[in-house]
């Protein structure tokens, strides 16, 4: 339910760009942000930082796409976003010595530090690929192929590349805990 709910603003984005046309989708994709992060203050009282990050990057970029009636802006949201994931990432194993990584995923299975420095450098190396190639799309085709890019090459991307770090990562899942959890 989580995935949907994250993945939401871009679904209706690209519905409302196939009704209509890349400013009414972007307006789609404002409210609908809005609405996720009244959703979670509601519900849960408090609002995960990334999506605040995707909250001020789509109204500031939303905005600055409906008044000046440039697709550009709108189109440099997910690199923006995949960006400063990257740098978020970096950031923290280099200056703070925490590995969001692992902080995210440590009880999920135990492997050595030097397994979760790789799988932080990769995320970090995957979210700024990710973020030029949505650049070159961007700037190389046109505005139905970007928005076609956005749903379904980004997150045909993004499910690529967790499958590859699950096969990865599959050595250092305990079979202990997989027993125990499919008896339960």
Known sequence: MKLLFDFL?????FAAYQLFDLYVATVVAMVTTVIQVT?????????????LLTLVLV??????????RDEIFIKWKPTM???????????????????????MFH?????????WSILNLSWVVFFGLLGG?????????DTGTWVNF???????????FLLIQAFYMARYVNNR????TSED
């Not at 603003?9 to 984005?13: D, K, S």
């Not at 509601?42 to 990334?50: Q, R």
């Not at 976003?81 to 902080?103: C, D, E, H, P, T």
């Not at 009880?107 to 397994?115: D, E, H, L, N, T």
């Open 81 to 103: 976003v995949n960006w400063l994931f990257a740098i978020v990432l970096l950031g923290s194993q280099l200056l703070f010595r925490k590995n969001l990584i692992y902080m």
């Open 9 to 13: 603003p871009i679904i209706l984005f």
């Open 150 to 160: 956005k749903l379904f090459g980004m997150m045909g991307l993004t499910f690529l």
């Open 39 to 51: 959703f979670s203050w509601l519900k849960y009282k408090k609002v995960d930082n990334m999506l």
């Open 59 to 68: 109204l500031l970029l939303g905005g600055l796409t409906l008044l000046s």
């Open 107 to 115: 009880k999920s299975f135990q492997a050595p530090g030097s397994i």
């Open 177 to 180: 805990d997989l027993k125990s």
């Open 133 to 141: 190639l949505n650049l070159i799309v961007a700037y190389n085709f």
